[in-house]
């Protein structure tokens, strides 16, 4: 909770101190959810967080929650945490609350960052005389610039498997027949595979949650849509699920694109070697893996996400 009040305080003081880092946003509000989802499991079965009434644990912990649901947690935010939501309406109700912070409103809308107002006043300058036009040419000769490339991975040789191609295969037909395109065309000098595991399993609760889990990180992977494609899956129950998956990478090392999202330290991404899925006498057992997790048929799943 500490790190989401330090992020609101930073909001309003971000113009004059120090800039709005987006990165780090993010990553307190996913601890935030973590935190509440661990609250909310607690409060299951529970009015007060100890005993039958109110205790110096409900005032901590409802106080810790009074910036964030007035200035950060709207709506949608809140759904998932019905229990914790409960208590605070329970708790930021008795008398003693309200004769200190009054008729408590939630949060309609999140705070979001507004940059600083630019000065537009521009400092005048002498005028400069007109240079005399260059005498005309039948040809520009000029040579013009090469264009910087967008990513790192833009340099890299070509290859002949294209991403493009294996989207609209995998999309357009049945799992077997798409992966068997994929190990007909796939190219492991210029491309790599990587398993990804969730770092925190013993930590999730809800299946519907550890499916958002996924959501969010693909949001996160924008400028990594033109080199990567993914299959992430849930599998096992309500309080006893994991996050695993497949990632296909341009190159051979995890880019700039993927591991400067906010939500990547929260994966082990382990590389699946070439000798690893090389077919010589029948599928291996990564193969057979990575074909699971493309179709969706790993034992146990629940859900699940593509990148794509």
């Known amino acids: 909770m500490r790190s989401v009040n330090m992020y609101l305080d930073g909001l309003h003081l971000c113009s004059v101190i120090a800039p709005y880092i987006k990165p780090n946003v993010e990553n307190s509000i996913q ?138 295969t995998y999309s357009n037909n049945d799992t077997d027949v798409a992966m068997k395109w994929f190990w007909e065309h796939f190219d492991p000098q210029g491309w790599s595979i990587w398993k990804a595991t969730y770092k925190y399993n013993d930590e999730l609760t809800l299946v519907f949650m550890s499916n958002n889990l996924i959501g969010g990180f693909f949001a996160r992977l924008e400028r990594a849509r033109k080199y990567a494609f993914a299959s992430m899956v849930v599998t096992g129950t309500n309080n006893n699920n994991a996050i695993s998956g497949y990632f296909i990478i341009r190159g051979q090392e995890v880019p700039y694109e993927i591991y400067d999202a906010a939500a990547y330290d929260s994966y082990d991404f382990v590389k699946i070697e070439p000798s690893q899925y090389e077919e010589k006498k029948g599928p291996c057992h990564a193969t057979r893996s990575t074909s699971k997790y493309m179709a969706w048929e790993v034992d146990g799943i629940a859900g699940g996400k593509t990148f794509k």
Request: include cysteine; glycine fraction near 2%.
């Open 31 to 168: 601890k935030l959810q973590r935190s509440l989802s661990a609250l909310n499991k607690s409060l299951e079965s529970k009015t007060y967080l100890v005993g039958e009434d109110v205790t110096y644990a409900d005032i901590v912990m409802v106080c810790s929650l009074v910036r964030p649901f007035n200035l950060l947690c709207d709506k949608e935010f809140r759904a998932p945490y019905k229990n914790v939501v409960r208590h605070f309406n329970t708790v930021v109700n008795k008398p003693h609350f309200k004769s200190v912070i009054g008729d408590f409103k939630y949060c309609e809308k999140a705070l979001k960052n507004v940059p600083p107002k630019q000065d537009n006043k521009k400092e005048e300058k002498p005028k400069k005389k007109a240079a005399a036009p260059p005498p005309p040419s039948s040809a520009d000769d000029t040579p013009k610039p090469t264009p910087k490339p967008k990513s790192a991975l833009d340099l890299l040789p070509k290859s002949s498997f294209v991403l493009d191609d294996w989207k609209r």
